[in-house]
Nanobody
């Protein structure tokens, strides 16, 4: 299974970015997907997740600003990030959870998001 994330970059506070993660080597529609992030000196934290059935959940710190979605025809999961804040600066990782597995068991390589004030 391979996860290829893209879409990171440098943006000013208040701006938007859309991350994409293309998945190969798995029956995408069967998998729960998510996004984690890790800021320098901080622990990795779950940002958002979406089930195989399309039910989304979010960390409190991104609710109302970020939207996770998936396109099963394209084997791709997205993270639309609006109203970005400097504290959103982190490496963002796409993750996949195989059916019957409790935790996310596949990770992408990460994409850097930097929000300037």
């Amino acid at each position: 299974v391979q996860l290829q994330a893209s879409g990171g970059g440098l943006v000013q506070a208040g701006g938007s970015l859309r991350l994409s993660c293309a998945v190969s080597g798995s029956i995408f529609s069967f998998n729960d997907m998510g996004w984690y992030r890790q800021a320098p000196g901080k622990q990795r934290e779950l940002v958002a997740g979406i089930t195989s059935g399309g039910i989304a959940n979010y960390a409190d710190f991104v609710k109302g600003r970020f939207t996770i979605s998936r396109d099963n025809a394209k084997n791709t999961v997205y993270l639309q990030m609006n109203s970005l804040k400097p504290e959103d600066t982190a490496v963002y990782y796409c993750v996949l959870k195989s059916p019957t597995i409790v935790r996310y068991n596949y990770w992408g390589q990460g994409t850097q998001v930097t929000v300037s004030s």
